[in-house]
């Protein structure tokens, strides 16, 4: 049975790889546009394109997609957010399907893939981690994304969660820039992405439906940088517990 299952799985990974690849030639030529376009409306723009891309992407593939807690971005100009990282599938979902134009933070390795990683660049503020003056020009950008109106999207947990735990431990970029820019948080937590497109094994899909769930904004006022990394992280591994593995 088990081996049925892996079977299975494999193929259904090489159905959504392909049907990945073949659709975003599709859409490769509507992001064309993004080469003339000035920010923020490139940033608005890209936003619907991937938004279109990801849906029949999704539908293809077998999966559904639902949003909770769109009303938290009512009442508040721009934002930090913050969300959870499990999945290689968490990063082309999040963007399109936040209630706003975004744009994320993005490792420079990305830049290489074969067209994708244009694509991906127009909505990304690049950084080389290894590099302490591109983490400074990274900080900087980000700051002028939230200054051009965008919200700004980090993965604190910097990579995939390939532990047990909810959460990774949170690195300090996304609240130093609350702090500075005096922006507020926005937590955002998605789930079931660890069971259909898991880390390990390789090449491994099972379709189902994935969920986000956008949590209370946290403010940074009264807040250190650490203290408010904490109330954040405490906010988000709660809800994940909870909520992980619910329909």
Known sequence: MKLVKNI???TLAIWALLVFASTMMIFLWFYLLCFIIPDPYKTRYHRRISQLWMGLFLFLSGCTFSVKGKEVFKGIENAVVVCNHNSLIDIPISTPFLPRANKTI??????????????????TVIVDRKDHNSRKESFDKMVKVLDNGLDMLIYPEGTRNKTSEPLKSFYDGAFKLSLESQKPIIPVVILNTKKILPAKPILYFT???????????????GHTK?????AVYDVMAKYYLENNGKK
């Open 106 to 123: 993005a490792k420079k390795s990305f830049v290489y893939v074969p067209l994708f990683g244009w694509i991906y660049k127009f909505a």
């Open 207 to 221: 379709p189902g439906k994935i969920n986000m769930h956008i949590l209370p904004a946290i403010y940074p006022q």
């Open 226 to 230: 650490d203290s408010l990394k904490q």
């Open 8 to 10: 299975i799985a494999r």
